[in-house]
């Protein structure tokens, strides 16, 4: 059965990092991707991953501070953000596609498969 399942997430300071990572189980998956929902706001796209690594694609408003990649030994992506801010604030969704290989898919219904998702809360 496939899986994502997501961890990392907690509480930090403005300017701090955290990691998130997805174990991926049950198939391949080829592009993933990071989504997040902040409060009373819509799930956005925030970092793809090509298949098997190779390319990567951000939003703008991550760009600079997030790094998205994947151990394919382990079947895991993560999520680096660093110089997190107040407005980073949400819950972060683990999303995999079945095909393609070009990270450039940034809506939610180009992915099959989604993780429970993870609360990252960033304090000012």
């Known amino acids: 059965q496939e899986q994502l399942v997501e961890s990392g997430g907690g509480l930090v300071q403005a300017g701090g990092s955290l990691r998130l990572s997805c174990a991926a189980s049950?198939?391949?998956?080829?592009?993933m991707g990071w989504f997040r929902q902040p409060p009373g706001k819509e799930r956005e796209f925030v970092a793809a991953?090509?298949?098997?690594?190779?390319?990567?694609y951000y939003s703008d408003s991550v760009k600079g501070r997030f790094t998205i990649s994947r151990d394919n030994s382990k079947n895991t992506v993560y999520l680096q953000m660093n110089s997190l801010k107040p407005e980073d604030t949400a819950v972060y969704y683990c999303?995999?596609?079945?095909?393609?290989?070009?990270?450039?898919?940034?809506?939610?219904?180009?992915?099959?498969?989604w993780g429970q998702g993870t609360q990252v809360t960033v304090s000012s």
């Open positions: 999303a995999a596609m079945k095909y393609g290989g070009s990270p450039h898919y940034v809506r939610q219904y180009d992915y099959d498969y």
């Open positions: 049950g198939r391949t998956f080829y592009t």
């Open positions: 991953i090509s298949w098997p690594g190779g390319n990567t």
